[in-house]
Structure formats: structure tokens, C-alpha cells
């Protein structure tokens, strides 16, 4: 990894001009992009939408167009505006899961299509207009049930074969969402999503029930790192960060959704930190320990980026930076994994210096939804 450019393609790409909630899919930081093999040949392919709802296929290592694909957008929509590479069929990234929200009023992602990537000129695997997933960012998909094929996550869980169930109702709008391992003792993985309105509730489900819900005096959590942050307690833990504009009070849940910890940001960061606190966090392998930290960078500012504990919010380090972006991912290689930031037309990535205690580990990418998870990343669910 030297940053050297292997190719550069300037295109119409689909992304967002501002709220995806005004303006379309796929919403702020979102990658507009996949990359994964594709046609198993061994070497990834890049899959991008273009204005016109055409899905090109790159060659990984070239950039050379493969295929380019026209695929007709639903009445009510302006375009296909995003795209997920997905395993619906068992037979690995093979399929393709598009997207896309209503052309008036308030828009939602709600109009969603699967299609097999050889046959995406064809009759689609399965389509609805009833997924109800985030207000401001992009479908997630993950393999909830461990039986090889991936759902699409929201408050309506879509299986592989299409069918729309709907786990919970909720008020208001979902703001983020997240999957993880949250209660190792129970099958499958478990959904966190935060809503925004309706008493600002927090929900962890699996794919076909509820399994809590809970708030923190009704306080909105917006934005969340879920992740194994106190090692003394089973399950992993879920940070909210709150929605003040200045002077945020996260508060933490376990994985039952019993509260552990509230505090001031005020109180926990450095004095000359900002007081609008911190924006685009993600739990964070660093240390090579079991626990694990947060990541995080000034909030509404290009500035610096630090890493804390989520239970008591302890800055553990400060990065100076002009960080416009942050992004968490192994991409040294030791499993651990980078701070990468996006500063202007510069992109630098930090490491941990320190001896890694665990080297034998297997990278992370090596886990089906760390891998989808980075996938589809965006603002509010990193």
C-alpha cells in the first residue's frame, strides 16, 4: 500500500447532492460504489449507477468496462440511486440488490429490486415497494440467520427470496443502523436501529423478532457504535452519541438494552476540543485486545480525530487533522485495524505502532458481516 493510482475513470456516478431525504439515494459518505468478485473469475470487479440507472461493471485491477447494463428504474422514481452486492441465491456475490426512493415529497428508500448480476437485463429475482429501512442513508445487508444467504435489514427484514416481514413498527424514522453478533448466546446475528421521532428509541432485533427496546429519557440517539467496549459484561455493548448540536451526552446500553453510562462529552474530552463533540464514529479493533475503542472526528468541521473508550469516554488519542472523512478498516494486513482520513484531494491512513498482542488473529475481513457492514458504509451508520 503506497497510494499509488492504478487507474481513474472520471464518470456521471450516482451520489447524493445533499440529504438523500431531498435529493435520492445512496446519502451522505456513502461509497456509490461495491467491489467484490463478481463473476468468479477470482478478481474483483468495481459496480457503480450512473445517472441513467446503468449498472457498469469494472475490471478491479484495469478499470476496463466489462459490461454496462441499462435496468428500468419503478414508476415513481427518478433512477436507481443505489446499489448492495449480495448473496441471495447461496452461490457467494452473485447477486445485486438496487435501490432507490419516491421522486416527491419526503423521499424513502422504499422501491428495492434484487437481480442475478449475469442477468441483469432480465426479470428481477424479486422487487417490492414496501422496505422501510433509514430516512438518510442506504439499504444494509448481512446473513442474519447463519444459513448462507443474506437479508436486507430495516424495521422490514427482506429474505433472500423477497419476502417483506415486518419485525417491528416504530415512529418517526429510523437514522441509522447496525449488525453485529450483539448476543453471542442466541443464533444468528442481531440488528441495532436508532430512531429519530416517536420517543427516540433504540431497537435490537434478529431477523424475525423483536427482542428489546429502550431509550435513554427519550433523549434522540441519531448516531450509534456497537461493539465489545466492557469485557466484564456478555454481549457487546451499543454507544449513542445524542443529537445536541453542542455539548453532546452519549449514554450506553448492554446488550440486554439496560443503560451502563451516561456523561458530558464536555466533561470526557480535551478543553480545546470542539463543543459540538464528534460525528462518523465507528468501533475500532486498535490495540489488538478483546476490547475495543471508538473512532471518531470533530464534529461539522474538518478537523481532528481521536480514539476513546465508548463506556466512559476517555480520550485515548488525538490525531491532529483536517479530516473531511473518516473511515475505520484492516488495511495493513495485521487484522488490527486504520484510521484512513480523507483530508481534501489527500488521503493518510494511521496505524498502531505498538506490537501486535494477537498476530495469528484472522483479519476481519475474513467475517461475512464485517465485510458487508464495510460495504455499505455512510454518515450515520458507519
Not at 60 to 65: F, L, P, S, V
Request: charge should be negative; proline fraction near 6%.
Amino acid at each position: 500500500m503506497n497510494g499509488k493510482c492504478l487507474w481513474h475513470l472520471e464518470t456521471e456516478i450516482r451520489v447524493s447532492a445533499g440529504s438523500s431525504e431531498n435529493t435520492g439515494l445512496p446519502g451522505h459518505h456513502a461509497p456509490a460504489l461495491q467491489v467484490a468478485d463478481v463473476d468468479g473469475d477470482r478478481c474483483v470487479e468495481v459496480l457503480y449507477l450512473d445517472e441513467n440507472s446503468t449498472v457498469h461493471i469494472l475490471d478491479g485491477a484495469t478499470g476496463r468496462n466489462k459490461r454496462a447494463v441499462h435496468v428500468p428504474h419503478p414508476e415513481g422514481s427518478e433512477r436507481w440511486e443505489h446499489l448492495v452486492v449480495a448473496n441471495l441465491r447461496g452461490k457467494g456475490d452473485r447477486d445485486l440488490v438496487l435501490q432507490t426512493t419516491n421522486a416527491r415529497g419526503y423521499r424513502m428508500g422504499r422501491y428495492v429490486s434484487a437481480y442475478a448480476i449475469e442477468m441483469l437485463a432480465n426479470t428481477p429475482l424479486w422487487q417490492t415497494d414496501r422496505y422501510v429501512g433509514c430516512a438518510h442513508n442506504g439499504l444494509r445487508v448481512a446473513d442474519l440467520d447463519g444459513d448462507g444467504r443474506d437479508e436486507i435489514l430495516g424495521s422490514t427484514i427482506i429474505t433472500p427470496a423477497g419476502q417483506v416481514k415486518e419485525v417491528f413498527t416504530h415512529h418517526g424514522h429510523l437514522d441509522s443502523i447496525f449488525v453485529n453478533d450483539v448476543q453471542p448466546n442466541m443464533p444468528g446475528l442481531e440488528v441495532v436501529a436508532l430512531e429519530e421521532g416517536g420517543g427516540n428509541h433504540v431497537y435490537c432485533f434478529s431477523h424475525d423478532r423483536l427482542l428489546w427496546t429502550t431509550h435513554h429519557r427519550n433523549q434522540e440517539p441519531q448516531n450509534a457504535a456497537v461493539g465489545e467496549f466492557d469485557l466484564h459484561r456478555p454481549g457487546l455493548e451499543i454507544w449513542c452519541r445524542s443529537r445536541y448540536d453542542t455539548h453532546q451526552k452519549p449514554f450506553t446500553f448492554d446488550s440486554e438494552g439496560l443503560l451502563i453510562s451516561d456523561y458530558e462529552m464536555d466533561q470526557v474530552a480535551p478543553p480545546d476540543w470542539t463543543p459540538k463533540g464528534v460525528e462518523v464514529i465507528a468501533p475500532i479493533h486498535w490495540t489488538g485486545e478483546p476490547v475495543q475503542l471508538a473512532a471518531a472526528k470533530a464534529r461539522h468541521e474538518s478537523g481532528d480525530v481521536c480514539l476513546f473508550e465508548p463506556v466512559s469516554g476517555r480520550f485515548v488519542l488525538r490525531i491532529k487533522e483536517k479530516a473531511d472523512r473518516l473511515y475505520v478498516a484492516d488495511v495493513t494486513g495485521d487484522w488490527r485495524e486504520e484510521v484512513i482520513v480523507v483530508s481534501g484531494d489527500s488521503i493518510r491512513v494511521y496505524e498502531n505502532p505498538a506490537k501486535n498482542p494477537r498476530p495469528k488473529a484472522l483479519r476481519l475481513w475474513s467475517v461475512p458481516h464485517y465485510r458487508r457492514s464495510k460495504m455499505t458504509w455512510n454518515y450515520y451508520s458507519p
